[in-house]
């Protein structure tokens, strides 16, 4: 079996069509490593057919952020492809994204939108909805498989599936980790190793919140809080314990999953990760 590269939208759009049965997409910025292999995996498992799209979205950073130097690596993202079986790479260039340039008509990604991801980084979903969207269009996939570590990322494309009536099935993948718990990220390549060490500090904290979950909201919070603090070199900008659909705290009283999570610089490094927790006591087996 071969993995087909197509950069245009007519090479896609012939490409597509001769794709058999239920067809799977994985929507990725290139620089794929062992999460993105999770994703395509599993719709290998699940999907007749497998997309893969290889899009570094302009539209989805601000001025200032790591877009020129996200790690750029086309060759060996491809070898993965292979590697996993999937039939179609979708890698255009911007100017074949945008032809008209940036584009005054986007999706709005609302309220969930401005929270938390959004509340410090302005305009970014609207910028990931926009993509998605087109990317939708363009492959026309029945199953489209997003991960779990990108969690608001993730409710929001559900939202949009819904709310603009896309007929595709979102699936979300748990987040794939290092061994020593890191959760698995095409920025990691930026860390020092100082840097490394610190950025250890995120899924501990997460752990040590999740240890506390029959013991309810208050102390999964300061249990993670305190292993943060403990880490000078991890500036936190935040740390939440949220509801998985309205993205709010949760109160005292609350029963059930919430999402425990974290962003946080370290060194020059923006880094994020979370965990769903299911919160109060157990049932009694
Ligand atoms: P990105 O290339 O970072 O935009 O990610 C592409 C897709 O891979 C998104 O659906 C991410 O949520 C997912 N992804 C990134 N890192 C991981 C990970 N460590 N585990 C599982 N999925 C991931």
Redesign the pocket.
């Known amino acids: 079996m071969t993995t087909q590269l197509v950069h245009t939208r007519e090479e896609l759009r012939d490409a597509r069509a001769a794709l058999p049965g239920r067809v799977a997409v994985?929507?990725?910025?290139?620089?794929?490593?062992?999460?993105?292999a999770?994703?395509i995996a599993q719709a290998r498992q699940e999907a007749d057919s497998v997309v893969v799209t290889i899009f570094l979205n302009p539209l989805q950073f601000a001025a200032g952020e790591d877009l020129s130097r996200y790690p750029r690596t086309l060759n060996a993202d491809l070898e993965i492809c292979r590697e996993q079986g999937v039939d179609l790479v979708f890698a255009p260039t911007p100017d074949v994204m945008y032809p008209d340039g940036e584009p005054g008509i986007r999706v709005s990604a609302g309220t969930l939108g401005s929270v938390l991801e959004g509340a410090l980084r302005p305009g970014h979903f609207d910028g990931v909805l926009t993509v998605v969207a087109k990317l939708f269009h363009l492959v026309r996939p029945d199953l489209a498989?997003?991960?779990?570590?990108?969690a608001q990322?993730?409710l929001l494309i559900r939202r949009m599936a819904t709310d603009l009536d896309f007929p595709i099935e979102v699936i979300a993948?748990?987040?794939?980790?290092e061994a020593d718990d890191l959760?698995?990220?095409?920025r990691n390549v930026y860390l020092t190793l100082t840097d490394r060490e610190a950025a250890l500090s995120l899924s501990q904290a997460l752990r040590a919140g999740e240890a506390q979950a029959v013991r309810g909201p208050a102390a999964i919070r300061r249990a993670a809080r305190d292993v943060l603090v403990r880490e000078p070199l991890a500036q936190v900008d935040y740390l939440v314990l949220v509801d998985p659909v309205r993205l709010e705290e949760v109160p005292e009283w609350y029963h059930g999953t919430a999402i425990l999570a974290v962003a946080a610089k370290v060194g020059t490094t923006r880094l994020i990760d979370n965990l769903p927790i299911t919160v109060g006591p157990t049932a009694p087996a």
């Open positions: 994985v929507m990725t910025m290139g620089a794929l490593h062992p999460g993105h999770q994703l498989y997003f991960g779990q570590k990108d990322q993730l993948v748990p987040t794939v980790r959760a698995m990220s095409s």
